[in-house]
């Protein structure tokens, strides 16, 4: 049970980057006036940085149950957790708890500490 909620927690985390990214590209610099062009560039590409980084995360967490180092386990458990629980506080304050990102990037922390 405890692999099965860090694969989900895994697969949650993929879904919930690819829905970023989407998102980051049709709703928020499909409207955004950044000046100069090249800041623009700079600004979506650390956005898209952390959709590679989120997927990075969620494949590590698919992978962790595979792998037969209990130290390995446990520090991909905690760094996720940390990455996901801030990303999720973040979201929170950022958009005052109005954006479903946060529940989302929350439900990954608790199958991934539940799984550890």
Wanted: hydrophobic letters at 60%; proline letters at 3%; a positive charge.
């Amino acid at each position: 049970m405890r692999d099965l909620l860090l694969q989900c927690a895994g697969v949650l985390t993929i879904v919930v980057a690819i829905i970023h990214g989407i998102l980051g590209e049709t709703k928020v610099f499909a409207r955004a006036t950044i000046e100069p062009e090249r800041l623009r560039t700079l600004i979506r590409l650390v956005w898209q940085a952390s959709t590679v980084a989120w997927i990075g995360g969620g494949v590590l967490l698919i992978a962790t149950p595979w792998m037969d180092s209990a130290p390995a386990r446990h520090w991909i458990v905690i760094t996720m957790a940390c990455v996901f629980g801030f990303s999720a506080l973040a979201n929170a304050w950022a958009t005052r708890g109005r954006h479903f990102g946060w529940m989302a990037l929350s439900a990954v922390v608790v199958m991934a500490v539940a799984g550890y």
